[in-house]
């Protein structure tokens, strides 16, 4: 027995290893087509399904059948057992899957699976035991015992459904700011519209007594772009509902409920509303980019985002005891690209932070990139046929309009501006005519800080220099030939990308040249951040000699946390493995910095001694 169990064992992750190195050989960030597997789901073949239900292989012992503990999930979520038994021996490819009733598997990925295997009993006898957590998904669900591997499904047997108590119990919560200084936003789904989905809110968890209505949308099969997100992957995902949070004082506790007088409400929740912008105040916030989701239950195993799971418990221990008031997410968000019900999965892992603080967010391209769909990239997959739309309508941004996902904000002494690498940024389009204006109005003894967010990196050590248009370096230098002239006249502080899964960080650096400081201590440029090591599988193709303009490029899995005020920026970042330090630096500007400001004339040539921010290695005073 000890040996069939490590055989098991050893097999299974051989499976997984398996798994993970197909979908990193398939190109860390090329294009990816119908057929590549860019996710577990993926690899379920629709066109192999079979049902042999009751007939085993001739000589079975009995009947194949499988048994779930629970018929009733009652609340959000549930761990239920999952028994079967009746197969003659147990095989490797052998495995439980779960899907909704009335779900055809012969057109539908399931939701997640577990390997029979795992079992220490499925090998020897057919029969064995797993634990699931289930997820209120909206609708009724069942397991299936699955034989032949993810490329000839042949399901043994069904199990009863597990009927879902509350379809309408308000799920994947999550806070947003909106283009009103000091507002809050709700978002939130239920399965049907409901009559008048609203938010009520106090500074009293018993009193609640500020009530605003709020807005529904949804999307449909129709509005996706290509597969999976319309064939194998397409999901219901219920009606979207959104209120803001009107007239709050900055820098207060409230509480909030949302939900519906007729669907019924969630439990009550609180944040800290918003500083108000300028020099008064510290900020403390973290900021993430490529972090995906993946099953506590140990579902999807050969899944490349296990590391979001360390990452997200983190970011929630800082949200419960750090004082952290704001996450900012810079693409790469739920990775569900085109398997929509992961986009449940996502909100339902990231909830114990994003229903605390506000959630502010940037496309990336495995929400957004679809041939022909508008993106600037003519032919990546990349979202699985989301095109943005599942991204756009789940965490709604204040843009100018659903594809133009552009916008900018002030959070205490910082001005944000949030840019989409996946849409044209060259001089003389939209979005660039949006930065140049935004920079020019940023009012710096407000704000003295200005962060740049988006999602491919201005600045990268990569080796991918190849595939034009989208390989590392060839996107790098048309973000750099496009906007770097603009961040440096500005002044803008540092930029914050993700898309290569690893950490780096650069020198105070403008056309490739690392400036240094100016006499009075300052930075003469921008210090550009790549922070895309949240939780996807590492990206290692990063140069065996570091690029001299590179300060820290680090391949581990973590999270940024900053803590501002008008003079200090201090950066920490994090290992989401034990919460050591992997590197720390801080900027400085002197008192007063923002009433001498003036933009930079073109070039180092032009540098003024009155610009940038000063690294300096002591903590935040």
Known sequence: MPQRRLLAAVMLAVLAAASVLHFRCTGWHRQRRPGQAHNP???????????????????????????????????????????????????????????????????????KYQWAAR??????????????????????????????????????????PVAVQQPNL????????TDVPGE???????????????????????????TAAGRSLTYGRGDMCGPPANTTGWFEPGWLHAAAM????????????????????????????????????????????????????????ASEMLASLATTARLAAEVEHGGAQLLVHNGDISYARGFSSQWDRFFDQLGPVVRRVPYVTTVGNHERDWPASGDRFPAQYDSGGECGKAY?????????????????????????IQYSTEHLFEAGSEQHRFIKADLRAVNRSVT???????????????????????????????????????????????????????????????????LGQDVDGTA??????????????????????????????????????????????????????????????????????GARFAPRGAGPGALIARGGARSVSTALA
């Open 41 to 111: 789901l993926e690899l379920w073949n629709v066109a192999g399904v079979r049902e042999e239900l009751g007939a085993g292989l001739p000589g079975a012992p009995g009947t194949p059948s499988i048994r779930c503990n629970a018929t009733l999930l009652r609340g959000s979520h549930e761990w239920v057992e999952v028994t079967w038994s009746g197969l003659p021996a147990g095989r490797y490819d052998d495995y439980v899957a779960l899907f909704p009733v009335g779900a055809d598997p012969a057109q539908s990925a399931p939701i």
């Open 119 to 160: 079992s220490p009993s499925h090998m020897k006898l057919g029969a064995g035991s797993a634990t699931f957590r289930l997820l209120n998904v909206r609708q009724d669900v069942r397991f299936a015992l699955v034989r032949n591997g993810l490329q000839f499904p042949t399901i043994a047997a069904w199990s009863e």
């Open 170 to 177: 308000p799920m994947q919560g999550h806070l947003s700011l």
């Open 184 to 210: 809050v936003m709700a978002q939130w789904v239920t399965r049907d519209a409901g009559s008048r989905p609203s938010v009520r809110w106090g500074t009293q968890p018993s009193d609640l007594a500020a």
């Open 246 to 301: 009107a007239g709050l004082q900055p820098s207060t506790r409230y509480f909030y409920q949302y939900g519906d007088e007729e669907l019924g409400w969630s439990e009550v929740e609180s944040f800290v509303s918003p500083p108000a912008p300028g020099t008064a105040s510290t900020v403390r916030l973290l900021a993430i980019a490529d972090l995906g989701q993946a099953e506590e239950d140990g579902s999807m195993e």
């Open 392 to 416: 756009y309508r789940h965490t709604l941004m204040p843009t100018p309009a659903e594809d133009k996902p552009w916008y900018s904000f002030d959070f205490g002494p910082i001005h944000f």
């Open 448 to 514: 003295p800080w200005v962060i740049v967010g988006g999602h491919r990196p201005m600045y990268i050590d990569s080796t991918f220099y190849g595939l034009v248009p989208d390989g590392d370096q060839v996107v790098a230098k048309q973000l750099r030939d496009s906007l770097e002239e603009l961040l440096y006249r500005y002044q803008v502080d540092a930029t914050w990308h993700g898309h290569h899964h690893s950490y780096q960080r650069t020198c105070e650096v403008f056309r490739g040249r690392c």
């Open 524 to 593: 003469r440029a921008p210090v550009h951040l790549v922070i895309g090591h949240a939780g996807a599988g590492l990206t290692p193709n990063v140069h065996l000699f570091r690029p001299r303009i590179f300060r820290d490029v680090k391949l581990r899995h973590g999270y940024l946390r900053v803590i501002a005020n008008a003079t200090h920026m201090q950066h920490e970042v994090v290992s989401s493995l034990d919460g050591t330090f992997m590197d720390a630096f801080t900027l400085s500007k002197p008192p007063g910095w």
